[in-house]
């Protein structure tokens, strides 16, 4: 077997053929959190043979993801594997020719310069509109692709960015005037409060609805790295897979002539500096972030002082610890820290609360 027999059947196709083929090969995709959109993305686009694939994640795999995030296993729900390392050893086994970066990090104003550098596209995969916005306007600053997609119970909805202000120069994806879209701020000015959408936790997901999410998103990749951006879906397309109800709204008509990000050039959430704690979703934890200044910390310092608070548990690449303590909700406390000197804090959502057990354990 040569090395392009296994995409065979994809190349078959006359959009694909031989040069989408290897364009694929030459192209890079920023993959923003690996969850249940971005385990399933991240397959499909490993096994289509894009060459290198940059998968950004926070957390760590956990029982409740079993069930739709398609690159985990109970053992790393058992260990705790940090969900981009987790990826990264499956899909190696999927496709050995495919170059995958993980980096288990959060994607904040301070790191996605970096963290995406040299991508041709950004797919999301995240749970949350604070860093969608961010994503938003990193992708029309700097000219790239953003494929937005989201899925909670039985529905789902996915929408492409292509710039209004058109690529950038240093993009290799490129099109038209015509076939450049609204942004995400276009059609949703401001992102809702917190706590005033439905979650994964309280509304609960279909597996089904955020793999056809992912699947609809992995295609518009694939058609913009072999070049046929023309092919893309320009709409907000949504569904439910109960009830049936597919939608396709053209998005053209809902450009906002004065939109603050892809008309004024504001990038107010790329300019904003990062929050030192986040209320993750879904989780009744807080994610508290070491103060400015600090990178990274002491895995073997944090583990000592842990085990004089409680109990260590092996994990793979972090530091779990179960603390001899309840949080103010009465809740049992974790604690999960990771080497780039963040750490997720288990048990309630104050972020003062948290903050404290923070210092506590990284000692201050
Ligand atoms: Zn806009």
Redesign the pocket.
């Known amino acids: 077997m040569t090395d392009l027999d296994r995409y065979h059947r994809q190349m078959r196709l006359p959009g694909i053929g031989a040069e989408g083929q290897a364009r694929l090969g030459r192209g890079s995709v920023f993959i923003a959190g690996c969850g249940a959109l971005g385990t399933v993305a991240a397959d499909l686009l490993c096994r289509a043979g894009v060459g290198t694939l940059v998968i950004v994640d926070r957390d760590v795999v956990e029982s409740t993801n079993l069930q739709r995030q398609t690159l985990f296993t109970e053992r790393d729900a058992s260990r705790s594997t940090p969900k981009a390392e987790a990826a990264r050893l499956r899909l190696a086994q999927a496709n050995s020719n495919v170059r995958v970066r993980a980096f288990v990090e959060e994607i904040d104003s301070e790191t996605i310069g970096s963290l995406a550098e040299g991508c041709d596209l950004i797919l999301d995969g995240l749970d949350n509109f604070e860093t969608r916005y961010l994503l938003n306007d990193f992708a029309v600053s700097t000219g790239v692709p953003y494929l937005y997609g989201a899925g909670v119970a039985t529905q789902g909805m996915s929408m492409p960015v292509l710039s209004r202000r058109g690529p950038g120069s240093s993009a290799t994806i490129r099109w038209r005037d015509a076939d450049a879209t609204?942004?995400l701020?276009?059609l949703f000015p401001t992102p809702p409060p917190a706590g005033s959408t439905p979650t994964c936790e309280t509304a609960g997901v279909l597996g089904s609805v955020t793999m056809t999410v992912a699947a609809h998103q992995a295609t518009q990749a694939i058609k913009l790295l072999v070049g046929d951006v023309g092919a893309v879906d320009r709409t907000l397309r949504s569904f439910d897979l109960w009830t049936n109800v597919n939608r396709s709204l053209g998005i053209a008509e809902s450009a906002?002539a004065d939109?603050p990000?892809?008309?004024r050039g504001r990038f107010e959430h790329l300019d904003a500096p990062p929050a030192s704690s986040r209320i993750l979703c879904g989780r009744n934890a807080v994610q508290i972030r070491g103060k400015a200044g600090e990178s990274g910390i002491d895995l073997d310092a944090v583990a000592n002082r842990l085990a004089g608070l409680g109990t260590i548990e092996a994990a793979a690449g972090s530091i779990r610890g179960r603390l001899n303590e309840r949080s103010p909700d009465g809740d049992p406390v974790s604690v999960v820290m990771f080497a780039d000197g963040r750490a997720i804090i288990e048990g309630g959502t104050d972020p003062d609360w948290a903050r404290g057990v923070f210092d506590r354990i990284v000692g201050r």
Do not use: Y
Request: hydrophobic letters at 10%.
């Open positions: 609204p942004c701020r276009c906002d939109c990000c892809c008309v």
